[in-house]
């Protein structure tokens, strides 16, 4: 697996409710796989009513089961709520290190890292 889409539906709904993308990777530092989860995204009508918190125990739950050793939730400073949900989950703030990115398809990246 690369990575998958999830849809999220409520059990009721003929229509999801809701996304999540994850990404997989490969670390050293946490002994194989591990995954980011690009996107998480619920439908205003569905948010604050239990989804939000239910959802990310879910993937954890899926990706533990494909052999995951970490997971990665890749969340916006501003969104203070996300953050929140994302600890209640038991996810930590990285403290000792911070993602950074380097578009590779864009023209002012072709030289070297400096």
Not at 31 to 38: N, P, Y
Not at 67 to 96: D, M, W, Y
Request: charged share 20%; with cysteine.
């Amino acid at each position: 697996m690369l990575g998958c889409i999830w849809t999220l539906d409520d059990g009721a709904q003929s229509h999801p409710i809701g996304c999540v993308v994850i990404c997989d990777g490969y670390a050293i530092e946490f002994g194989g796989r591990d995954a980011f989860i690009h996107e998480f995204y619920l439908e205003p009508c569905a948010r604050g009513k239990g989804f939000d918190a239910a959802a990310p125990g879910q993937v954890v739950a899926a990706t533990r089961a494909e052999n995951i050793r970490a997971l990665h939730p890749e969340v916006a400073h501003h969104n203070t709520s996300a953050q929140r949900v994302c600890e209640r989950a038991g996810f930590a703030k990285r403290e000792h290190s911070r993602l950074m990115t380097l578009l590779l398809t864009d023209e002012r990246s072709q030289g070297h890292m400096h």
